[in-house]
């Protein structure tokens, strides 16, 4: 299938909105920036539920671990777009999605609602997707208490907790990515990926934002277990 074109960036001229009654200056820039996010708009024309879709459709044009046919499952997935770009790309069928949110059905996927660590869980994935996953994709982030040091324990305690399911359920040769945050993962989950995996490697695709602390681990060629 071919694959999207990143947004042109050519831009129209920058998108200013005045401040308004009961919206804080915080909300303010965040509007504006939506307004003048390529991606956004992007994402808008092409039918993705956000910009996200694009730094999972770049990470997989550099990387190659998304494929026809391949089993997918999308932890985390709420509110879909990467699920979206996963269908596109492996096929109809083939891939699950997962949150503790409520996810709008996707065609081609089968969504659930739910925690993936629950007990039993693991099990009703592998039966909804018929048989293990090739890749596994997170792109979860704990909701931010402003506290530096206790979001990154909760932001690293949701990787390795997506890690030990994929280390659980991958296949052979399979995929793991994951968003991390800046200082990449965490030395021992490092350690323990590059004996998983053939190859593990950290990578911010143009979607994401500059600013932005998001990285992504992509770990492949699972032989791990």
Do not use: C
Request: hydrophobic share 45%; aromatic share 6%; glycine share 8%.
């Amino acid at each position: 299938m071919a694959r999207r074109a990143a947004p042109s960036s050519g831009r129209a001229p920058a998108q200013h909105i005045k401040s308004a009654k009961g919206r804080t200056p915080s909300s303010t820039r965040w509007l504006e920036r939506q307004l003048n996010d390529p991606y956004v708009a992007a994402a808008k024309r092409a039918g993705y539920r956000s910009r996200a879709a694009f730094k999972l459709a770049e990470l997989d044009d550099r990387f190659h671990f998304l494929a026809r046919g391949k089993r997918v499952l999308d932890l985390g997935a709420a509110p879909g777009s990467w699920t979206q770009v996963a269908v596109a790309r492996a096929g109809k069928d083939r891939v699950v999605a997962i949150d503790l949110l409520a996810i709008d059905p996707i065609p081609g996927a089968i969504v659930l609602q739910g925690d993936f660590l629950d007990s039993g869980n693991d099990a009703k994935l592998l039966d909804v997707l018929g048989g293990v996953p090739d890749v596994i994709l997170s792109d979860m982030a704990a909701p931010t208490t402003g506290h530096a040091a206790t979001d990154h324990l909760r932001i690293v305690a949701l990787v390795e907790a997506a890690y030990e399911f994929a280390r659980a359920h991958l296949a052979p040769g399979g995929a793991f990515v994951a968003k991390v945050f800046q200082g990449g993962t965490e030395r021992a989950l490092l350690d323990r990926m590059k004996k998983d995996f053939t190859s593990v490697k950290h990578a911010k695709p143009p979607a994401s934002r500059a600013e932005s602390a998001e990285i992504y681990v992509i770990a492949q060629d699972f032989h791990g277990r």
